[in-house]
């Protein structure tokens, strides 16, 4: 039977039950065969008895692969930002004086010192779940008030919620957060016997609790680094200055990429560099880029200012405000309102406001309404001199027409008739 004779190769690999077998001839080619059993040659029995060719049976899968010259491909390193390690040394050297809000307030300096452990752990969480949505001064300043009346687990419990929450206010969110506390404070004291739990998948299980408070009080209470915990500071310069892969939307995504590249050795700080940094310079709105140490490498620099043509609102003075001129019909009213009023009866005569203030206001309102009629009988009569007049002649006059003697005589009357009217209401008070 002809045998079927292909492509030649120099080399055939041979693999059955984890051993392998490679047979490389210098000067003879190799054909493979396609279904087809033969006793073996004698150069084949000197071959076999060299490498025991009867372990290898025709029954048993052999799976072959022939050798190319194509070398692996390199495995692709982890991801890291560019110039990670100087933006993180310029930023030890910009914290480096302590001077943020989180430095003297933060959820490690709001605990009692002197209590007992079991103690200061409770604390720390309840200031990190003070902490969400919150200034640190306004978390302290309510730390202090709850350990006037005693931060304990028994303590919290007897307190009502109306009481916790005037002990909590104004912190953000602060009608939740007193449900939260009470319902944690709770489970604390069934479960934990008033202690805290020493695990993240515990800790979050709580109510109120998410994964950045668990990470930090994992690191504060227990002193166990289990992660990084990353807040809405951490979040927003992680991916300003290019420390995420991709942008993310949520912390907890921010949380996941930073831990895939960063240091285990580095997650304890990280937290607290970036959040001083972010109360400082590295802004949410309007970032001073002009006094930080990586605006020559931050992908973000100066990119984030502030619209030119948009104002920051300014307050004025309730001095500097000008009384705008109200329309006839509020007039009215304004005098309406501050005018004297008197009872039905004639003998009854009893103001009910000031009337001296009243009179002088209705004497001034009076007499703009008088100027007013001035303007407008000057503007009928010059209408109707331009109606009598030709046009080419009107055309020189540019001073406009005064009232005539008849006039002024009138409205002086009608003035002191009004002044006569005042003075009679003024005796009559």
Request: a positive charge; charged letters at 30%; hydrophobic letters at 30%.
């Amino acid at each position: 039977m002809p045998r079927k004779k292909t492509k030649p190769i120099r080399s055939l690999e041979i693999e059955n039950q984890g051993d392998s077998v490679k047979i490389n001839p210098e000067n003879t080619l190799i054909y493979c065969e396609e279904n087809i059993k033969q006793e073996p040659s004698d150069n084949e029995h000197e071959v076999g008895a060299k490498l025991d060719l009867n372990r290898f049976k025709y029954q048993k899968k052999v799976k072959i692969e022939f050798e190319t010259d194509e070398t692996p491909k390199e495995a692709k390193g982890l991801w890291e930002p560019p110039q990670w390690r100087m933006f993180l040394e310029n930023l030890k050297m910009m914290r480096s004086n302590n001077d943020a809000p989180v430095d003297s307030m933060g959820c490690h300096m709001t605990m009692d010192e002197n209590a007992p452990p079991q103690v200061i752990r409770y604390q720390t969480l309840i200031s990190l779940m003070l902490s969400s949505q919150t200034k640190d001064q306004v978390t302290f300043a309510a730390m202090e008030r709850l350990k006037e009346r005693g931060l304990t687990v028994e303590n919290v419990l007897a307190l009502s919620d109306e009481e916790l929450g005037k002990l909590i206010y104004p912190v953000g969110f602060w009608k939740i957060k007193v449900k939260y506390i009470k319902k944690t404070t709770e489970t604390l004291k069934d479960q934990y016997n008033s202690d805290i739990p020493d695990s993240v998948e515990k800790l979050c299980k709580l109510t109120g609790v998410g994964p950045k408070m668990a990470h930090i009080c994992m690191k504060v209470a227990w002193n166990k680094v289990t992660g990084i915990g990353v807040d809405t500071h951490v979040h927003r310069i992680s991916n300003r200055n290019g420390w995420v892969k991709k942008t993310t939307a949520k912390p907890e995504d921010t949380r996941k990429a930073l831990e895939s590249w960063l240091p285990f050795d580095l997650w304890s700080e990280v937290n607290h560099l970036m959040v001083g940094f972010g109360q400082t310079i590295c802004l949410p709105v309007g970032p001073t880029c002009d006094k930080c140490l990586n605006k020559n490498i931050c992908p973000s620099s100066g990119k984030l200012k502030r619209s030119p043509n948009k104002k920051s609102p300014v307050k004025k003075n309730p001095e500097d405000i000008k009384i705008c001129s109200k329309s006839k019909l509020q007039n009215e009213l304004l005098i309406s309102e501050q005018m004297p009023q008197f009872s039905e009866k004639e003998n009854d005569l009893k103001p009910t406001v000031n009337t001296e203030r009243s009179n002088n206001l209705a004497y001034n309102m009076l007499q703009s309404e008088i100027q007013a009629q001035h303007a407008v009988e000057q503007t009928a009569e010059s209408d109707h001199c331009s109606n009598t007049v030709p046009a080419s002649e009107t055309m020189h006059f540019k001073r406009k027409s005064t009232p005539n003697k008849k006039q002024r005589d009138e409205n002086d009357g009608a003035l002191e008739k009004n002044k006569k009217n005042l003075r009679v209401k003024k005796k009559r008070t």
